[in-house]
């Protein structure tokens, strides 16, 4: 069975920084595109930042310049460094990954449970 853990989540001072963590485990075939979205309450989930198996990246606006994605493929884990975090950034984010288990021949979008990040001002 295959699952998606995040981690790093908490609470940081406007101008901070943290570094949120999401490690795929389980019987893994590939990956292929992992990201980061995140959904304020009352609000739809949005995509803050994506990466392909190859390196390309993707950003939303609001995060370019301040938030890097990047993954380390030996360890199935994505990682998201917010630099600059403003109290807007207060939400709940989540890990989503594309993943071909073991023994299959296609692609299913797997989603963690979510971390929460706490902006105060």
């Known amino acids: 069975q295959v699952q998606l853990v995040e981690s790093g989540g908490g609470l940081v001072q406007a101008g901070g920084s943290l570094r949120l963590s999401c490690a795929a485990s389980g019987s893994i075939s590939s990956i292929r595109t992992m990201g980061w979205y995140r959904q304020a309450p009352g609000k739809q989930r949005e995509l803050v930042a994506d990466i392909t198996s190859r390196g390309t990246t993707n950003y939303a606006d609001s995060v370019k310049g301040r938030f890097t994605i990047s993954r380390d493929n030996a360890k199935n884990t994505v990682y998201l460094q917010m630099n600059s975090l403003k109290p807007e950034d207060t939400v709940v984010y989540y890990c989503?990954?594309?993943?071909?288990?073991?023994?299959?021949?296609?692609?299913?979008?797997?989603w963690g449970k979510g971390t929460l990040v706490t902006v105060s001002s």
């Open positions: 989503k990954a594309g993943i071909v288990a073991g023994g299959s021949s296609y692609s299913i979008d797997y």
